[in-house]
T-cell receptor
Framework: DARVTQTPRHKVTEMGQEVTMRCQPI?????VFWYRQTMMQGLELLAY????????DSGMPKDRFSAEMPDATLATLKIQPSEPRDSAVYFC???????????????FGPGTRLTVL | GQQLNQSPQSMFIQEGEDVSMNCTSS?????WLWYKQDPGEGPVLLIA?????ELTSNGRLTAQFGITRKDSFLNISASIPSDVGIYFC???????????FGKGTRLHILP
């Protein structure tokens, strides 16, 4: 059955290193969301794309985070340089949205657990 | 920013008991979603609600979209061990692509 896939599932890195997380959305979905989950903050929306165009990245620290969709089957979230406070689980979700709102069931991937030492 | 108040924060119940949790907001939502998250996994969509007053079931789960459009509840009947996990409500504001998540209800089942 169709699922959102994410790689890697786990990543341990040292402070200052670049981290790239990848997501393959469900075929046919037009919207991709990136979330970060921590115990303190819960699920936070970082950025999202519709039809590969970035619509909102206001939840993302702009100086070190970047999100792209090079094609319809791949979304990436990059952190450069990484910091210990970036340690969290990062989820990608995909769904079908209409301009102006409406129908928004989001399907989540398994997440990337990032630890920055 | 917009917030959803989800309660209770955690629950400890006996197997076989019924469970009820809810979400409220000061804002009106067009869509309410309920997700369950198991350890080490992403949230899984359980039920989606699109109309005020709508009552929808998925097996032992039942959820309702409040008449005021500012609240929703989720009931689980006859709980079983695999119901353990974190349940999230999420709401979509009118004319918005984003959904807002509650902080979750952590369900524990006592042996």
């Amino acid at each position: 059955d169709a699922r959102v896939t994410q790689t890697p599932r786990h990543k341990v890195t040292e402070m200052g290193q670049e981290v790239t997380m990848r997501c393959q959305p469900i075929l046919g979905h037009n919207t991709v969301f990136w979330y970060r989950q921590t115990m303190m903050q819960g699920l936070e929306l970082l950025a999202y794309f519709r039809n590969r165009a970035p619509l909102d990245d206001s939840g993302m620290p702009k100086d070190r985070f970047s999100a792209e969709m090079p094609d319809a089957t791949l979304a990436t979230l990059k952190i450069q340089p990484s910091e210990p406070r970036d340690s969290a689980v990062y989820f990608c979700a995909s769904g079908w949205t209409l301009t102006g709102g409406g129908y928004n069931e989001q399907f989540f991937g398994p997440g990337t657990r990032l630890t920055v030492l | 920013g917009q917030q959803l108040n989800q309660s209770p924060q955690s629950m400890f119940i006996q197997e076989g008991e019924d469970v009820s949790m809810n979400c409220t907001s000061s804002s009106i939502f067009n869509t309410w979603l309920w997700y369950k998250q198991d350890p080490g996994e992403g949230p899984v969509l359980l039920i989606a609600l699109y109309k005020a007053g709508e009552l929808t079931s998925n097996g032992r789960l039942t959820a309702q979209f409040g008449i005021t459009r500012k609240d929703s509840f989720l009931n689980i009947s006859a709980s079983i061990p695999s119901d353990v996990g974190i349940y999230f409500c999420a709401g979509q504001l009118p004319r918005d692509d984003k959904i807002i998540f509650g902080k979750g209800t952590r369900l524990h089942i006592l042996p």
